[in-house]
């Protein structure tokens, strides 16, 4: 079965402007998290989706947002970029029904100048 | 919320030789302990993963231990490979109920030199 997708893979942005991130999860996978990975931080928790409704946030500004559609694709927002948001996001999908594996995308890795 | 501390950050091991990289958690109440491998490059994924309820678990040249009383967990990589070059990310979490959550330890960069 086809894996996880994120769109895009790559993107430049300057300070101050937003970006939208997406992600389509294993066909069948209806929790998406996402992660912001940095050289410093390792993987960092943002937030999970079930069923269109947010689960769990971690410790992130307001300035990050997501969703999650009726057919499970999730979204991901960054507003008011700043120079520290260059990172890896990365998205995961997660059956529920199985041992707990996440399954992660290849992510998007995002430059803010 | 839970804490997962990750050592060594970074490891250089000769082929042939074990591996170990050891985390410690905070919140008493994770119960589940997840080992994911990121090569250059490329997404994580699960090499192994160890539940409350069990002490130990092995998979080929990869084995895991959880002690709870003392709240810490360990990979264990025998006869290392070059291929086993990678970052290896613990986390830890507490499975179930209405929310999913990882939370993951910093990383350690593992080189096997040949």
């Known amino acids: 079965k086809a894996g996880v997708t994120q769109t895009p893979r790559y993107l430049i942005k300057t300070r101050g402007q937003q970006v939208t991130l997406s992600c389509s999860p294993i066909?069948?996978?209806?929790?998406v998290s996402w992660y912001q990975q940095t050289p410093g931080q390792g993987l960092q928790f943002l937030f999970e989706?079930?069923?269109?409704?947010?689960?769990n946030k971690g410790n992130f500004p307001g300035r990050f947002s997501g969703r999650q559609f009726s057919n499970s694709r999730s979204e991901m927002n960054v507003s008011t970029l700043e120079l520290g948001d260059s990172a890896l996001y990365l998205c995961?999908?997660?059956?529920?029904?199985?041992?707990?594996?996440?399954?992660f995308g290849e992510g998007s890795r995002l430059t803010v100048l | 919320g839970e804490n997962v501390e990750q050592h060594p950050s970074t490891l250089s091991v000769q082929e042939g030789d074990s591996a170990v990289i050891k985390c410690t958690y905070s919140?008493?109440?994770?119960?589940?302990f997840p080992w994911y491998k990121q090569e250059l490059g490329k997404r994580p994924q699960l090499i192994i993963d160890?539940?409350?309820?069990?002490g130990e678990k092995k998979d080929q040249r990869i084995a895991v231990t959880l002690n709870k009383t003392a709240k810490h967990f360990s990979l264990h990589i025998t006869e290392t490979q070059p291929e086993d070059s990678a970052v290896y990310f613990c986390?830890?979490?507490?499975?179930?109920?209405?929310?999913?959550?990882?939370?993951f330890g910093k990383g350690t960069l593992l080189t096997v030199n040949p």
């Open positions: 986390a830890a979490s507490k499975s179930g109920g209405s929310n999913y959550k990882l939370t």
């Open positions: 919140d008493s109440a994770s119960n589940y």
């Open positions: 995961a999908s997660h059956s529920r029904l199985d041992t707990g594996e996440l399954f």
């Open positions: 066909s069948g996978h209806r929790s």
């Open positions: 989706y079930f069923s269109e409704t947010q689960r």
């Open positions: 160890i539940r409350s309820n069990v």
